[in-house]
């Protein structure tokens, strides 16, 4: 599975499923959003998560698995697990590491077992990261994923589409491996590191209100074991989470369940098609609050919203809104999301042509 294949499935509802592995990182990076670190422990309960990917059948199962954390890989029996658990489904799986194993040009068996189960790789690299990994050796295990025969990525993340580090790391990417290793550019922002693909659109340049949530498509297993509709950082660690964000939990609920509820609700459906402010624009009696997100997170407070978004959303003309608002995402592909969401300049090097291109000799330069 190539990144651009995986960044294209984003905006399906229920397309992929994001599971916070753990809260634990041997890292201890001044950006990091999921405020990770090896002193907390918080991490869903694996015998829960084994049991809920396990009830993926053929017919009902996310397109994608993709794991995240803290750092997933301090957990690579569990990822070979869950990884073999959903492959027999059908389902295909990611994983995004901060690569700490990579240090002095390591590669542990256990979790070159773990990656070799995947079906795509992702390093994360930004500045803070390579004060703890160097390139060169984030760039040496790459390689080695490659020659094991697995799909990889980097994941960047820079202050702006001036900023001289991804300029540089952009460049030594390609001059190590050609287009063979796409891209996915972000830049820094208040979400976590799943949230990189899925930063919610603003308004249209004539300020229209209708900006549609891709982050509302992907459930997504919290570190306690809570699933929730969106992958905003801020709604991942929300305790309560917001009831129309809420999708259930791993200790209760099964896969099909959470579709469902993903799929029928229609302040779902329509904060996939339209955004929190559109529905608050048509809806409300009051003025919705200043900030995309925080006018979603209102709404369980807004009973004139949820009832307006009820009548009109919860029938078959919101399933078609949902599906219609879907294959219009689809239809533009993946560098036009990642246009929309990620790193406007760089947008394009989330398409790779690996097919075409030798892999250049050497190894990464390092820095
Ligand atoms: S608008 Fe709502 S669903 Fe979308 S990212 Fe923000 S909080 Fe999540």
Redesign the pocket.
């Known amino acids: 599975m190539d990144l651009a294949e995986l960044v294209g499935l984003r905006p399906v509802p229920c397309g992929g499923l994001l599971v916070a592995l753990t809260r634990r990182c041997p890292m201890s990076c001044a950006h990091c959003s999921t405020g990770s670190s090896l002193s907390v422990s918080e991490e869903p309960d694996p015998e829960h998560l084994l049991r809920f990917v396990g009830s993926f059948g053929a017919e009902d199962r996310p397109d994608v698995v993709m794991m995240t954390g803290g750092e997933p890989l301090l957990l690579p029996d569990l990822v070979t697990r869950l990884a073999g658990l959903a492959q027999t489904a059908g389902s295909r799986v990611a994983l995004l590491s901060g690569m700490f194993f990579a240090r002095d040009g390591r590669f542990p068996d256990r979790i070159m077992r773990a990656v070799t189960a995947l079906d795509h790789f992702s390093a994360s690299m930004d500045v803070h990261h390579e004060r703890e990994v160097p390139r060169g050796d984030v760039l040496r295990a790459l390689r080695a994923v490659l020659d094991a025969g697995i799909p990889v990525s980097v994941h960047l993340t820079g202050t702006g589409p001036d900023d001289p580090y991804l300029a540089d790391a952009v460049a030594d990417v390609r001059r190590t491996f050609g287009a063979r290793v796409p891209m996915l550019v972000n830049e820094v922002r208040p979400l976590g590191r799943a ?1 990189g693909l ?1 930063r ?1 659109t603003p308004p249209g340049p004539d300020g229209s209100l209708v900006s549609p ?4 498509a992907w459930p997504v297993v919290a570190f306690d074991g809570t699933v ?5 950082q ?2 991942v660690d929300r305790r309560p989470v ?1 009831p129309h ?1 809420r999708l259930g939990h791993i200790a209760d609920d099964d896969w099909p369940t959470v579709r469902e509820r993903s799929l029928g609700s229609p302040v ?1 459906r329509m ?1 996939r098609a339209v ?2 402010r559109r529905m608050h624009a048509r809806y409300a009696s009051s003025p919705a609050p200043a900030g ?2 925080r ?3 209102a ?1 369980g407070d807004r009973p004139d919203v949820l009832a307006g978004a009820a009548r009109e959303a919860g029938g078959r003309v919101g399933e078609l809104l949902d599906q219609l608002s879907t294959e219009q995402q689809l239809a533009a592909g993946p560098a036009a999301l990642v246009r929309r969401m990620g790193c406007a300049r760089y947008a394009h090097l989330v398409e790779s042509d690996a097919v075409h291109e030798p892999l250049p000799a050497g190894e990464g330069s390092g820095r």
């Open positions: 949230a899925v919610a949530c891709t982050l509302a929730a509709a969106c992958c905003n801020w709604t917001p964000l779902l904060l955004g929190p995309y997100c006018s979603c997170h709404l």
